[in-house]
């Protein structure tokens, strides 16, 4: 009898406790891969007991639950369908399961996802404020031109209001309403309050609201990052919230009412005024470090200043800055900026060097350019933030160039300009400067170039490839032919607990002398999984089979594979349907035995294996009646 699919995937949805504990959802060759919000409450014995559920295991973050090769996409599909999620992909479902790492990496994968979407908007803002500025700085008379005014405007928009791009972002990573999270952004840098920039100089500017028992200043949050995206998780996890618990007739006028309000006083009462305190005590920290002998002070604040325009406290340093020149005309910080922002663009020009991806590749050039002008975001949250190795490199780079530049007396006669635009500053001491960038920007690229490791990019479906059918498969009797030249072994010897218990059919597993499989008789391509690790195929009398090529290989996304068919297409007996790499797949760590196995075995009454041990391409393997 054919399986229900629609009433499998109703009873899955069901026992798995509804929509609000899916997360994400998708499918390899025979298993369903769920993340869940929570698998305390769920009923593993009766989610096995479902008609079509096989079996039931967790690894890695995900519930994956065994239904077969043929049947779990359709099982997919419906349950897509009584559920209203979207497809997601396995990588999807890989990005939800690493929700439950550690902290400190989901704090950054929880950055990067905030910068992906906004990388064009400041990369672009990044070259040209930085461009506009060094031409400013080398041609005086246009500096005051209308048309200079006009392209810094033009230039410098996404960097002004960068907490509003980043509130939007935040709020669609952390499950928010968009337009909420950019109400809370614009709310943030609203024109009414002071610019942060303008109080770092000049603190005596500042104002307060005196509400109940708080002191709220007003001051906009010009140039932060951390303490916006915090703000925009405080407003998602409010929004969550009220929706589960307002009632629906009120939901639209509550929701996002207490929303705003909610969030904007907890900002600007608890985040902001911690966030202060913080910037407070890491400028006396700094004034004491910098106070030390040998550079060691320039050193260390080298080597966390890139960390400082990660939280976006960066700004705080032109107070420090301002009274130094105030003091005696000495800027003695500028080793510090300067050696960071020039470490953080060869950095990225290091990327773009190695890089093979021209996605890559386009980001880090431009971004890397930014950088070398003084204009450090772009690179930093583009590219060296997300690559975590460049960053590090680049903070290595930073601490050593800063630490030089202290020794040999580097310093400047203004603030606010950094990277190449710094010479202007530093007439007095510019075969120095020139040293310092040297040794920071060669330290950065050769570390980075050295240590960073691209992640293999994967490979794209293409249209198949016809292949000719090869001599030695004449399969003139029903059953089925090696696939794959090597040593075949029996069912339950396939290091895999799956495959080996026969729940997803009978059959061999091979373990493959050269990385080919050819089509084990004549039939038609019915799956082919997006990491191009397996090929479902129907053949003659009804039958279903499945070649998985290796075990768990599915985590290496199509790396070393090559597919030659595609979904429906027609296949004759010896006909070439995919290339794979032996060697990549034992340096992944995995098991290169691949899983020859009938899917519907208890169709037949007669299933015999035919053969093991030392096997040609073509020899007949398995026998059907």
């Known amino acids: 009898m054919a399986l229900n699919y629609a009433k499998c995937a109703e009873e899955i949805f069901e026992t798995l406790g509804g929509r609000d504990n899916l997360v994400s959802a998708a499918h390899c060759a025979t298993r369903l891969r769920l993340v869940t919000v929570d698998n305390s409450g769920i009923d593993m014995k009766k989610l096995e007991n479902i008609e079509g559920v096989k079996g039931v295991f967790q690894s890695n973050g995900q519930l994956q639950l065994i239904i077969g090769t043929g049947e779990v996409n ?14 997601a992909t396995k990588d999807d479902v890989k990005a939800a399961a690493a929700a439950s790492q550690p902290l400190p990496f989901r ?13 064009p908007a400041i990369v672009a803002a990044g070259l040209m404020m930085g461009l506009v500025e060094s031409l400013g700085q080398f041609i005086p008379s246009f500096a005051g031109s209308d048309i200079y005014g006009w392209m810094d405007l033009v230039s410098n928009t996404a960097i002004v209001y960068l907490p509003v791009l980043v509130a939007i972002s935040a709020a669609r990573v952390f499950g928010g309403n968009i337009f909420l999270g950019g109400t809370i952004g614009m709310l943030l840098m609203h024109m009414n309050l002071l610019s942060a920039w303008t109080a770092a100089s000049d603190p005596s500017q500042i104002q307060y609201w005196k509400i109940a028992c708080f002191s709220i200043r007003q001051v906009n949050y010009q140039g932060h990052i951390i303490p916006i995206i915090i703000s925009i998780w405080i407003m998602c996890q409010i929004e969550k919230f009220l929706h589960k618990h307002v009632p629906s007739m009120l939901d639209l006028i509550v929701v996002p009412l207490v929303t705003v309000f909610a969030t904007a006083f907890l ?3 608890i985040v902001g005024p911690v966030f202060i305190v913080v910037e407070n005590n890491i400028l006396t920290v700094v004034k004491a470090l910098l106070a030390l002998p040998m550079g060691i002070g320039a050193f ?6 890139p960390l400082c325009v990660v939280c976006g406290i960066h700004h705080m340093f032109n107070v420090l800055e301002a009274g130094m020149i ?4 000495m800027n003695t910080w500028l080793p510090v900026s300067c050696s960071a922002n020039f470490a953080m663009c060869m950095a990225c020009v290091a990327v773009f060097v190695k890089s093979k991806k ?4 386009s980001i880090a050039l431009p971004a890397g350019l930014s950088a070398s002008l003084g204009i450090t975001e772009p690179a930093i949250f583009g590219v060296n933030l997300r690559l975590v190795t460049p960053l590090v490199c680049g903070m290595i780079g930073a601490a050593f160039g800063a630490a030089f530049g202290a020794v040999i007396g580097v310093y400047g006669s203004a603030y606010g300009v950094t990277g190449i635009p710094g010479f202007l500053i530093t007439t007095h001491c510019t075969l120095q400067y020139t040293l310092m960038l040297a040794l920071a920007g060669a330290i950065a690229f050769i570390l980075t170039f050295i240590i960073w490791k691209e992640e293999k990019e994967e490979t794209t479906t293409e249209a198949p490839v016809e292949t000719e059918v090869v001599p030695a498969f004449e399969a003139i009797e029903p059953g089925v032919y090696a696939p794959i030249k090597g040593n075949v072994v029996s069912r339950d010897s ?3 607990p799956t495959f080996a218990s026969g729940v997803l059919g009978d059959g061999v597993g091979i373990e493959p002398e050269v990385g080919e499989v050819y089509a084990p008789f004549d039939g038609t391509v019915m799956s082919v999984v997006d990491s191009k690790h397996a090929i479902a195929l129907a053949g003659p009398n009804d039958m279903q089979m499945l070649i998985h090529v290796g075990i768990d290989t599915v985590q290496m996304k199509g790396d070393g594979f090559e597919v030659f068919v595609e979904n429906g297409q027609e296949v004759k007996a010896g006909q070439k349907m995919m290339n794979f790499s032996i060697d990549k797949i034992k340096a992944a760590g995995y098991s290169t035995t691949t899983a020859v196995l009938v899917a519907n075995s208890d169709n037949y009454a007669n299933f015999k294996v035919e053969k093991t041990g030392k096997t040609e391409l073509g020899e007949k393997l398995i026998s059907i009646q």
């Open 267 to 269: 900002t600007m009462t």
């Open 358 to 361: 021209e996605k890559t590749k």
């Open 326 to 329: 105030a003091a005696n005309g």
């Open 494 to 496: 396939i290091p895999d």
């Open 74 to 87: 359709k099982v997919y599909d419906e349950f897509l369908a009584v559920s209203g999620m979207t497809a």
């Open 300 to 305: 260390v604040c080298g080597a966390i200043y």
């Open 107 to 119: 704090m950054v994968k929880s950055l990067g996802d905030v910068f992906v979407p906004i990388l």
